[in-house]
């Protein structure tokens, strides 16, 4: 860090133009830039002044068939602790391998936002581990049904539950969550499961577009309709006619654009920038936020009209530090679509690392724990991976209060907030609601895995003030 306390960035890269876009993403953040436009003079910058106080390096134009793996090894040499990220236009996850397995800390996809690249560097510096790893998050397949979705927590199946019932109809649903719970998952099992499912769905991120763009990308423009307007653009909710369009983000709209957005939702009509007429369009609008929008609403951020016209039927998904239970068999079920990636191997996991993973409160959620299994996966060695393979969760610190979770408890509650056992009774009631989520409301199997018979099942549940959509 500099003597007036910015953090200094080291940029390897041979485009000026690119040179000057990156560092002025990263003074947004507080980050000064110095450059160099080679591997040999990355290499010597770090013995001079400023490269003395560096805190990141990032390595722009990166590729596995240049010298640049070479370049990462002796760099990660030179300064171990020192965090480097590699920023391409080429988004495989073998790359992202090659890259990790060659001493890099993280790896960016352009075009790049502006939230993305701080976010991560922030992260590199902090020694966080949730990171974008954006290759990964976007080239693992995502789209799962309801009944795939992995998780047993009451509360979230609780939600997957409203989110399916709303799948059927045409209205819009507004998905709430902090980031990395999994908002666009959810979004796109609500489209597998609409008749509109054999249409593609339109994603627009509201907050990754600067907001004087915002509105062109959602309706559209002519060409000639502003400068630089250069030719016409066809918006996303032409894109998503018939289909559906995700708003992902979208307590970051602003609120010009708000206004539009109602209007296109009440009429079924959009007009491009610069059309004479509106034009009909035929989309099903499913919205999501890492924030509370009613908040938003009230600090006169959002306009109220539109969060009602959005908010139809609300979907709140639960942070993943309230349902630690659900973390090994996510690992498990994460680790088997990480081994279908070019380059890993099928891999187990132990108990003792499954243990940290519980323990851990995953401030980065579903997201943070794929990324922390897939730098794992990355790195070990052997046939399953062990709590050494996750150093950086072991140094965190990030622990959840109260008494630790057993491995296998998934998400039942056996103590009080005084210390002391809960009444059988409300264990009791928590299993059964956890085997009903678990089983997804299939009462034969619920009965027959809690060794009960469904009569016995159902008076229990009548005792217990159990609903059996629990």
């Known amino acids: 860090m500099t003597r007036n306390g910015q953090r200094l960035l080291l940029l390897i890269d041979d485009e000026p133009a690119q040179r000057r876009l990156v560092a002025a993403l990263a003074a947004r953040g507080g980050w000064r830039s110095i450059f160099a436009s080679d591997a040999e003079m990355g290499i010597a910058t770090l013995g001079t002044q400023d490269g003395m106080q560096l805190d990141a390096i990032l390595i722009d134009h990166w590729s ?61 510096v902090s020694g966080e581990d949730h990171g974008e790893l954006r290759p990964l998050t976007e080239k693992i397949p995502a789209l799962l049904a309801f009944d795939e979705i992995v998780g047993s927590s009451p509360d979230f199946r609780a939600a997957l539950a409203i989110a399916a019932k709303a799948a059927r109809a045409r209205v819009p649903v507004l998905i709430e969550g902090e980031s990395g719970v999994g908002k666009e998952v959810v979004a796109e099992a609500i489209l597998a499961a609409s008749p509109r499912a054999k249409k593609p769905m339109i994603t627009l991120n509201c907050g990754a577009i600067p907001a004087n763009l915002v509105e062109s990308e959602l309706f559209g423009h002519e060409k000639g309709a502003f400068t630089g307007a250069f030719e016409r653009k066809i918006g996303k909710f032409q894109d998503a006619d018939g289909g559906t369009l995700f708003l992902d983000e979208v ?3 602003p609120l010009d654009a708000q206004v539009k957005l109602l209007r296109v939702l009440q009429s079924g009509e959009v007009q491009p920038i610069g059309a004479r007429h509106p034009r009909h369009v035929d989309v099903r609008v499913i919205a999501a936020t890492n924030k509370r929008l009613l908040d938003e609403v009230e600090a006169g951020n959002f306009r109220e009209d539109l969060y009602y016209r959005l908010n139809v039927v609300q979907v709140t998904i639960p942070p993943l530090r309230e349902r630690t239970g659900d973390v090994p068999a996510l690992a498990r079920h994460l680790l088997a679509r990480i081994a279908q990636q070019p380059g890993l191997t099928s891999l187990g996991i132990t108990d003792d690392a499954l243990a940290l993973l519980v323990e851990y409160d995953w401030p980065g959620n579903v997201r943070q724990l794929q990324n922390a299994l897939f730098r794992a996966a990355v790195l070990c060695e052997g046939a399953a991976l062990t709590r050494a393979d996750f150093p950086q969760i072991a140094a965190l610190g990030h622990r959840r209060t109260g008494p630790a979770a057993s491995v296998n408890g998934g998400g039942v509650t056996l103590f009080r907030a005084d210390g002391n056992l809960r009444p059988l009774e409300d264990i009791e009631a928590d299993v059964i609601r956890l085997a009903i989520g678990h089983y997804r409301g299939r009462m034969t199997e619920v009965a027959r895995r809690l060794g009960i018979g469904r009569s016995t099942l159902y008076r229990k549940l009548g005792e217990l003030g159990i609903d059996n959509a629990a």
């Open 64 to 124: 596995p068939q240049e010298d640049a793996t070479r370049l990462i090894a002796e760099l990660r040499e030179r300064r171990p602790a020192l965090p480097i990220l590699v920023l391409t236009a080429n988004g495989s996850v073998a790359q992202a391998v090659e890259a990790m397995r060659a001493g890099a800390t993280d790896f960016l996809v352009k075009p790049l936002a502006p939230e993305r690249l701080l976010a991560a560097l922030d992260a590199a």
């Open 251 to 253: 307590g970051e709209m």
